[in-house]
């Protein structure tokens, strides 16, 4: 090993190798587990792979951290410090594994389907619905989406009997103010809304 090259194993400090091995994990495992949402281009990305990306990065920074080792001049700070990260983001990982897969299933089992609604809003804001169906039940939730293009929660939801989807089928309506939008489901004779029916899309 050159004299560079040791030098450069030494510039990261403990705490900034722990926070960045624990910090991106938990990242990960935080949005697995959350009602959120990313729109790229007019794509909806679900909650569950905006995780998985998250959890991709998180492995590959930890591995670039174990190649670069911990500083040599304090090996017994280092040695405490990895007592607890290690476990700590073998959990984090686990548990963000254990959403994705969750958020995963939950999407192919009930046949969800994102629809990005037009017109926008003001200020670029936007409608995103999920709607699902799973045998005689379904429902949908819609999300606020602004210009990072990020929902971090939902702003309505519903339920519609007789695995109906208004949505996907057009059934609803989407007026804007001046600072935000009320969206309206409607059903039909046959498959009422049993429940919500409107949202307020606010960015």
Known sequence: MTEGSAQHRTRLSPA????????????????????????VQGRVVPGWGVSAALLAMALVLRGTL??????????????????????????????AVL??????????????????????????????VRET??????????????????ALGTAGSWTVDDGDRPVDA??????????SGLLRINGTVTDPVLGGGSADIDC
């Open 16 to 39: 900034v190798s722990t926070a960045a091995g624990t910090g991106s994990p938990a990242l990960a495992a935080v949005a697995s587990w959350s009602s959120l949402l990313l729109v």
């Open 66 to 95: 174990t190649r670069v080792g911990r500083p040599e001049a304090a090996p017994g700070l280092a040695r405490k410090r990895a007592g607890w990260a290690q476990p700590v983001g073998r959990l984090l990982i686990g548990t």
């Open 99 to 128: 959403g994705i897969t969750a958020g995963a299933l939950g999407d192919v089992i009930s046949d969800a389907k994102y629809h990005v609604l037009t017109p926008a809003g003001p200020g670029g804001c936007t409608a995103v």
């Open 133 to 150: 169906s799973f045998l005689m039940a379904s429902g949908g939730e819609a999300y606020a989406v602004g210009r990072t293009g990020l």
């Open 170 to 179: 057009g059934r609803y309506e989407l007026a804007w103010g001046r600072d």
